[in-house]
T-cell receptor
């Protein structure tokens, strides 16, 4: 979807290093979310945002932090990457009556 | 605690036949349910949804049924096509001040054979 982009699309990083994933939207929506997808678990909510500087934890937030200094950008940071954080990460925006739109994902490998 | 469950990891059907994907939930606060389809290397895309005030919603080949008393929903695809082969996720949203958070099931891999 042209309204939401994630970067990078792929990343390999070493254990213990910090990593930041970026989600950018062009449509000025208030609610944004970070999910991770793992086999057997579906998509699980990491953190979400309900406005600039307003964020809260999801069900799997340990080891992650987020920031939203502008409406259009929602950043996910792995403070010290571990192998258990190897996953595919999806950002989503809530477009109200038009539903939810997901980004194309970031495949992160922690070695 | 898995609040949304898809107990079938995979489903295989012949082209032209019906595909039925199932989903169970435990949280009675859920009032809106959605189905997403996901192809490899892409993000999930919205397929169909249903509000808890309805028991059926139809969109072309796709129909979602909701049984609130059983806390069960199903997605019917008729007729199934090879292009429907993908991972299907059901998702649920609680009403009130949930900030629109979605809770997803584990997904079901649908394979439609020509």
């Amino acid at each position: 979807d042209a309204g939401i982009t994630q970067s990078p699309r792929h990343k390999v990083t070493e254990t213990g290093t910090p990593v930041t994933l970026r989600c950018h939207q062009t449509e000025n929506h208030r609610y944004m979310y970070w999910y991770r997808q793992d086999p057997g678990h579906g998509l699980r909510l990491i953190h979400y945002s309900y406005g600039v500087k307003d964020t809260d934890k999801g069900e799997v937030s340990d080891g992650y932090s987020v920031s939203r200094s502008k409406t259009e950008d929602f950043l996910l940071t792995l403070e010290s990457a571990t192998s258990s954080q190897t996953s595919v990460y999806f950002c989503a925006i809530n477009k109200g009556k038009d539903g939810y739109t997901f980004g194309s994902g970031t495949r992160l490998t922690v070695v | 605690d898995q609040q949304v469950k898809q107990n079938s990891p995979s489903l295989s059907v012949q082209e032209g036949r019906i595909s039925i994907l199932n989903c169970d939930y435990t949280n009675s606060m859920f009032d809106y349910f959605l189905w997403y389809k996901k192809y490899p290397a892409e993000g999930p895309t919205f397929l169909i949804s249903i509000s808890s005030i309805k028991d059926k919603n139809e969109d072309g080949r796709f129909t979602v049924f909701l049984n609130k008393s059983a806390k069960h929903l199903s997605l019917h695809i008729v007729p199934s096509q090879p292009g429907d082969s993908a991972v299907y996720f059901c998702a649920a949203r609680a009403g009130g001040t949930s900030y629109g958070k979605l809770t997803f099931g584990q997904g079901t891999i649908l394979t439609v054979h020509p």
